[in-house]
């Protein structure tokens, strides 16, 4: 199992990584986000997802999340993703 330990990012940061799914087709990736006393968690990657994207961006923003599948240019891309900070 790959693990991506904690990391803190400032505003215009980026993480990347990259994987490839195991052979049976479980990988799975989780995130939980905290910004100030916001908080969200869920699934940043799931293998069955991999037949119609391969590349997920995700940013983080005060109103929410917003996601894309555009890995040249995703944040003209962007689409409201249906999670928000609680």
Wanted: glycine residues 4%; contains cysteine; aromatic residues 20%.
């Amino acid at each position: 199992d790959d693990v991506v330990a904690n990391q803190t990012l400032n505003s215009g940061d980026q993480l990347t990584w990259s994987f490839h799914s195991n052979w049976l087709g479980t990988t799975l990736y989780y995130c939980k986000f905290w910004w100030g006393s916001k908080q969200s968690s869920f699934d940043v990657f799931d293998a069955h997802w991999y037949a119609t994207y391969n590349t997920l961006n995700y940013v983080a923003r005060e109103d929410g999340f917003y996601r894309s599948h555009d890995q040249d240019n995703y944040l003209t891309d962007l689409k409201k993703s249906r999670h928000d900070w609680s």
